[in-house]
Nanobody
Framework: VQLQASGGGLVQAGGSLRLSCAASGRAFSLGMGWFRQAPGKERDFVAAISGRGSRTNYADSVKGRFTISRDSAKNTVYLQMNNLKVEDTAVYYC?????????????????WGQGTLVTVSS
């Protein structure tokens, strides 16, 4: 399973970005997640979506602002980020679950993309 994340960049607080994660191989029958790692901090869960796309999970800090979705035809998972805050600044990673689940735990994921940097300025 190979994952390629893209879409990061510099945005002002209150703005929006959409991250994409292109998946190859069997990844597209699996649950997918987004995690992020801010400078000097551990990597944290952001959002996850089940293999069929029918169920999602979000960190409390992003609920109501971020939306995870997937497009099976394009083998791509998206993270739409609205009303961005300075504290959202981080490297964002997409990951493929070992199953069709939508776990919040890193241990459930065994394939990771390279990360894309999101910087939110005040």
């Amino acid at each position: 399973v190979q994952l390629q994340a893209s879409g990061g960049g510099l945005v002002q607080a209150g703005g929006s970005l959409r991250l994409s994660c292109a998946a190859s191989g069997r990844a597209f029958s699996l649950g997918m997640g987004w995690f992020r790692q801010a400078p000097g901090k551990e990597r944290d869960f952001v959002a996850a979506i089940s293999g069929r796309g029918s169920r999602t999970n979000y960190a409390d800090s992003v609920k109501g602002r971020f939306t995870i979705s997937r497009d099976s035809a394009k083998n791509t998972v998206y993270l739409q980020m609205n009303n961005l805050k300075v504290e959202d600044t981080a490297v964002y990673y997409c990951a493929a679950d070992k199953t069709q689940g939508y776990s919040v735990y890193e241990s459930a994921y065994d394939s990771w993309g390279q990360g894309t940097l999101v910087t939110v300025s005040s």
